[in-house]
């Protein structure tokens, strides 16, 4: 187990729900990767992320699935790409990432309680 944190630090990280709207290649990606953009909805609008998600999902099946990402990051540089949310996931037992989603549809923007 990671170090325990309070609950007050975990009320700080602002998890969303969001839809892919865009995927593209990453060719500059030292990783396999995605660039991808999410709509969050109307408070915090559409986020890019770089997402190392190559082996589980093809740019086809990744449109229009919803998935929960981290809002309140600092912007990353990723190589030429600004990376404005960081998507979720886990590793499977290769150490390649399966997204976080929900179980059934729920607006854009809602937020992890």
């Known amino acids: 187990m ?3 944190i309070s609950w007050d630090e975990f009320e700080q990280v602002d ?3 969001g839809t892919i709207l865009e ?4 060719p500059k990606a030292k990783r396999p990767a ?7 909805g109307p408070e915090i609008g559409t986020r890019k992320s770089s ?4 082996k589980h999902y093809s740019k086809e099946e990744l449109l229009g699935k919803q998935v929960v990402a981290v809002v309140n ?4 540089q990723i190589a030429n790409f600004m990376s ?16 976080t ?8 923007g809602a937020k992890l309680k």
């Open 23 to 26: 995927v593209a290649d990453f």
């Open 51 to 54: 997402a190392q998600i190559t």
């Open 84 to 99: 404005e949310c960081l998507v979720t996931g886990f590793e499977d037992e290769n150490g390649d990432i399966i997204l």
């Open 34 to 40: 995605y660039q991808i953009l999410v709509d969050f």
């Open 15 to 17: 998890l969303r729900v």
């Open 73 to 76: 990051f600092p912007k990353k």
């Open 101 to 108: 989603t929900v179980e059934r549809g729920v607006p854009n």
């Open 2 to 4: 990671e170090k325990l």
